[in-house]
């Protein structure tokens, strides 16, 4: 018999990403509607473990939809991890009363929730938060299409610079274990070629082509390189570039945590706010220690302990795509 939850606490964890408020205020606002207590933790897990909880209202979210980051803030708590640790955060949510969590982060976030739910029997539902979209089990992850389009807006205007000069940019993106920003940006942007964390970079294969590219006189070039790259990123490509082809006129940008601010767009806000609420309604009804994911435009349940073991993988399809349109 699953154990009534009555007061639910919310966090977001590890990396921000634009859509994390939409879905705070989806799991409050939801929450409250069915008479649920629902208090907000913040800092992630270092709130749990330094007490800071606090209880939230239906004004608590207001104006905050449309905000990217997170009014909760976040952070990675070490002392989480180990067992003196969550013993600290399970007795200060006994103070609350509070029996029931919904975590907004990625894997990490959600390993630690399974760790702490199996110690302590507090029911844990996930909302997978990254930009990355690195986890099995959802088509989407909060923040990645707003991370996307804040990276083809950043390449377009670079391009017109490459344009002016005849210049080849290596743009340098998020993603250190997974290329999905690279490669929808890579795409979308036209790049010649993308280089991502999933895959090894066949660097000969590159130089070939552009010397190709140089031949035929087509100056104007772009290269976007997830930051995972197993060449160590976009200056570590520019570099042997460089040496390889020294006509070529070659530039390094690298986008950094631009792509992790700014307000979410709004397929970011709908996905977040039907995933808060999703989150609740588990809580409600017994489907606990899951995380709410969207297959096929469809809401889907994955337990913590198999999202924490499964990464998203990448369909050759998209690199065939990449290859065939960039000749």
């Known amino acids: 018999m699953k154990k009534k939850v009555t007061k639910i606490g ?7 990403a634009p859509g994390m408020n939409a879905a705070v ?3 409050v606002r ?14 992630g897990y270092n709130g749990m473990v330094d007490n800071d909880i606090f209880r939230m209202e239906g004004k608590s979210v207001a104006n905050i939809i449309q905000r990217g980051g997170t009014i909760l803030k976040t952070s990675r708590c ?34 630690g929730a399974q760790t702490f739910s199996n110690e302590y029997d507090i029911p844990c539902v996930g909302l997978p938060g990254t930009i990355d979209k690195d986890i099995a089990g959802t088509d989407f992850t909060i923040g990645f299409d707003t991370a996307v ?20 940019f290596i743009i340098e993106v998020m993603g250190r274990d997974a290329g999905y920003i ?65 006509m070529q006129d070659v530039r390094v940008c690298i986008l950094g945590h631009i792509q992790r601010g700014g307000s979410p767009s709004c397929f970011d806000r709908l996905i977040a706010s039907r995933m808060g609420y999703s989150a609740v309604e588990c809580l409600l009804e017994g489907r606990h220690n899951v995380f709410v994911g969207i297959v096929n435009n469809r809401m889907h349940y994955t337990p913590l302990n198999e999202a924490v073991k499964k990464k998203q993988r990448i369909n050759e399809e998209w690199m065939k795509i990449v290859k065939i349109l960039a000749s």
């Open 30 to 43: 939801t929450g409250i509607y069915h008479g649920l207590e629902v208090y907000g933790i913040m800092r």
């Open 78 to 111: 070490k002392e989480f991890f180990t067992p003196e640790g969550r013993k600290k955060a399970y007795e200060n949510l006994k103070k609350f009363g509070i029996n029931g969590l919904v975590i907004i982060g990625g894997d990490g976030s959600f390993r």
């Open 149 to 168: 389009n804040t990276a083809v807006e950043a390449i377009d205007k670079i391009r017109d610079t490459a344009d002016a000069h005849d210049r080849l």
């Open 10 to 16: 919310v966090l977001t964890s590890g990396g921000d």
């Open 182 to 246: 690279a490669l929808h940006s890579g795409i979308a942007t036209g790049a010649e070629s993308v280089l991502i964390p999933e895959r090894k970079t066949d660097i000969e294969a590159i130089i070939k082509q552009l010397a190709e590219k140089e031949r035929r006189h087509k100056l104007v070039n772009l290269i976007v390189v997830a930051e995972g790259d197993n060449f160590g990123g976009a200056n570590e490509v520019g570099k042997i570039i460089t040496e390889r082809l020294p």
């Open 25 to 27: 205020r989806a799991v």
